[in-house]
């Protein structure tokens, strides 16, 4: 089952029939252990109505967004490459190991976007690319109980710079993306689930890259507990799982581009760089 938040208020869609819920908070909403449950049964008192995708909102209200960073062989590879001069290289092949996992703070949900919106890359920084990765909402009591789709915009030559500047190279106005839907299956995602990305500009692919969770190194509910060893999320958070695809090194984003983010089972995530 697929949620939405829209102007016209939150849009159940199961089974390929939509419909509107009564409820009024989205975060009460979201934050529950039996999401899937609390679902079925609510459609069953409701009406089906006709929706067409018109008035999504960003799946969000009061959550915070966090980020897993080297979850994946290529981003491990990439962050050692942009380091190397800086000596921070180290850093990103022990942190892949490690049992602990990078976990950082990516966004306050008012300078997070959602499909349809712009992006922004940072005036400071001559060297940004996109992150596809898949998100998990996690409820207050630390259950996965949905996903979507996030975009963790990131300035790479202030990263590699230094490591210690990594909160500047992640968040900033417009750097997370996160959309269209809340998708709550019966069971965890499948393994199998792949993610896909393309970076259009005039009109012209100008990158493309998939790749399967399953390539990811860590368990989702692993990064899920280590979030919640020592901090509370009192409408639930959203964690994004660290990115798998990274474009070469000769790629930057410009204004204009479109970069279009599909995870199969919950969409695309679209977003315009500013
Ligand atoms: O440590 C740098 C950030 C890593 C990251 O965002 C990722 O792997 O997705
Ligand atoms: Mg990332």
Redesign the pocket.
């Known amino acids: 089952m697929k949620i939405y938040k829209t102007i016209s208020g939150i849009i159940i869609e199961a089974y390929e029939k939509f419909y509107r819920s009564d409820a009024k908070n989205w975060d009460s909403f979201i934050n529950q252990d039996n999401l899937y449950e609390f679902l079925t049964i609510e459609i069953q008192s409701l009406d089906e109505i006709s929706w067409n995708y018109e008035g999504i909102l960003t799946p969000i209200s009061t959550q915070e967004i966090w980020?897993s960073?080297?979850?994946y062989m290529r981003?491990r590879e990439a962050?050692m490459d942009e380091s190397k001069e800086s000596g921070g290289a180290d850093f990103?092949a022990k942190v892949y190991e490690a049992e602990r996992p990078?976990l950082f703070f990516k966004s306050t949900a008012a300078r997070c976007v959602g499909t349809g919106e712009k992006v922004r890359v940072r005036k400071d920084s001559k060297w940004n690319v996109p992150?596809p990765?898949l998100t998990l909402f996690i409820t207050s009591s630390g259950k996965i109980v949905g996903y979507t789709i996030g975009n963790?915009m990131?300035s790479r030559d202030i990263?590699g710079e230094n490591p210690l500047y990594?909160p500047q190279a992640k968040s900033y106005d417009k750097a997370a993306a996160i959309g269209p839907c809340l998708y709550v299956p019966k069971e965890a995602i499948n393994p199998d689930t792949m993610i896909s990305i393309e970076i259009i500009r005039s009109e012209k692919v100008m990158f493309e890259g998939t790749i399967s969770i399953n390539r990811i190194k860590r368990k989702l509910t692993d990064l899920a507990q280590y979030l919640f060893r020592e901090m509370s999320f009192p409408s639930g958070v959203y964690l994004m799982t660290?990115?798998g695809i990274v474009p070469d090194n000769n790629f930057t984003l410009l204004s204009g581009d479109v970069v279009n983010i599909t995870i199969e089972g919950i969409g695309i995530l679209s977003n315009e760089v500013e």
């Open positions: 980020a960073g080297v979850t981003s962050r990103y990078e992150e990765e963790d990131s990263e990594l660290g990115t």
